[in-house]
């Protein structure tokens, strides 16, 4: 019995995906059994690296999630309209869907696994998050008998490049993100990347799935790379840090029986100060790393290339064998029906988990002042810091900038509300001219 696949999109991904079913040999025996149907497209005029059949191609994107002879819809367009409406039509035509697309999970993942679980088709997304690197079905798989404390990784490949060749230029991020544009590293608008937003709604992905709750997006605390300066690299490095883009979901605490205090998740992006020992410190340029723990596997990494078109098709196909897998062993029925959804490839998602908001975080910081030239200025600051509890790990000042002393401090963990009242003391300092950095420190 043969599977026939509709694809949405044929950019950079979804030509990956068609090149893969156009030289089958060698890779899973499913994948002969899938055919690779109608492929929709907006732009027909647009060139494009592969060649499809004229008569397989439609610029009617409704056309394919409707087609009665589709089973499994695969999209991979990016953006949230109209491939949310895209999805959600595909899933009330009774088909399967396989997504790269993280914009949109992340966002409307609630009514599109509600609209799935309802219909009991399986909505699959291991591309959504890392690329090519297999982290979604471990989650959901293979770790099911661990308790998970923690997920941490570099998922952002644009800000891994650019802080990459920052620490080994020693230039300036402005200078890095221009050279990263003009070699097609980085989007002509950046912000998604570099703000952190695309590794926000991959955090937001990874923490739902390791925790078992939906995360709002709005919870998700995101930070950026820009405010990082070559200084700052250079600082850390002396330390015996690298920094890294680090997207972060933890579970610091079980909820207590005794007190009812709820059980509440830490998921944050921002960039972090990385001891050089630790395993996230060397991965390195575009490369992505998930360092996941848990109870009692202990540490697990997985490296590899987050994006581009074999590893993301690599990640899409996969998804679409493992759905064909389902079809053929007659564990789903070709018309879908509730009663007979896989428990382990379907969300069990009932509700939303509680996010700590980030002042009750507890970490390291490095800060980076900018002072005057005058005696006891570090007294000062160690008196501001000490009246709201903030121990100092180390201080270095280097010497004078433009007339200002550069100090550069490193604390021992506290909470980052008492860390921001202690900065905003220390701000009123006649000797203080600005606080020039502020990162957080693994
Ligand atoms: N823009 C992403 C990155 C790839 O730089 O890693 C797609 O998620």
């Known amino acids: 019995m043969g599977f026939k696949v509709g694809l949405l999109g044929l950019g950079t991904v979804g030509a990956g995906v068609a090149a893969i079913f156009q030289d089958r040999d060698g890779r899973h025996p499913l994948l002969q059994a899938l055919e690779l ?6 732009s027909p005029a647009k060139p494009r690296p592969i060649h499809i059949p004229a008569e397989c191609i439609t610029t009617d994107l409704e056309s394919i999630v409707t087609d009665p ?18 999805i959600l039509q595909a899933i009330a035509h009774g088909k399967h869907v396989v997504t790269a697309n993280k914009a949109v999970i992340s966002r409307h993942g609630d009514e599109i696994f509600t609209a799935a679980n309802q219909a009991g088709v399986y909505v699959m997304i291991e591309a959504a998050v890392a690329g090519g690197i297999p982290v979604i079905q471990p989650l ?11 997920v941490m990784g570099i998922l952002n490949g644009t800000t891994n490049y650019i802080l990459t060749q920052m620490q080994q230029s020693g230039r300036s991020f402005d200078d890095i ?17 570099v703000d952190g937003l695309d590794a926000g709604d991959k955090i937001a992905i990874l923490a739902s799935l390791a925790f078992g709750g939906r995360i709002k997006l709005d919870d998700v605390h995101r930070e950026g790379i820009r405010a990082v300066s070559a200084s700052d690299i250079a600082y850390a490095d002396k330390l015996g840090f690298v920094i890294k883009l680090l997207a972060i979901a933890k579970r610091p605490n079980a909820a207590s029986p005794d007190t009812g205090i709820p059980d509440r998740l830490q998921v944050r992006v921002h960039a972090t100060l990385v001891p050089k020992a630790h395993p996230l410190a060397s991965v390195n340029d575009v490369y992505n790393a998930i360092l996941l723990e848990g109870e009692p596997l202990g540490q697990v990494m997985f490296f590899g290339p987050g994006a581009g078109a074999g590893p993301t098709a690599s ?32 969300c069990s998602h009932h509700s939303y988990s509680q996010v700590e908001p980030i002042s009750e975080l507890i970490t390291r910081f490095y800060v980076r002042f900018l002072t005057k030239d005058h005696p006891g200025v570090i007294g000062k600051l160690g008196t501001c810091f000490g009246n709201h509890g903030v121990s100092l790990e180390s201080l270095v000042q280097t010497g004078i900038q433009d007339g200002l002393a550069e100090i550069v401090v490193v604390t021992h963990a506290v ?3 008492a860390f921001h009242t202690a900065l905003e003391e220390i701000h009123t300092l006649e000797a203080v001219d600005s606080i020039a950095s502020l990162l957080r420190v693994l």
């Open 315 to 346: 990640a899409v196909v996969s998804d679409i064998i493992n759905v064909a897998a389902l079809l053929k062993s007659g564990l789903v029925a070709a018309k879908p029906d509730t009663q007979s959804i896989h428990p382990l490839l379907a």
């Open 140 to 150: 959901k798989q293979s770790m099911g008998a661990n308790r998970i404390t923690s």
């Open 37 to 42: 149907h109608r492929v929709g497209l907006r």
């Open 69 to 86: 002879d589709i089973n499994v819809v695969v999209e991979v367009m990016g953006g949230i309209e109209p491939a949310r409406s895209l």
């Open 415 to 417: 909470r980052e509300g």
């Open 177 to 193: 993100l221009a050279d990263a544009q003009q070699l097609g590293y980085a989007e002509a608008d950046p912000t998604a990347d």
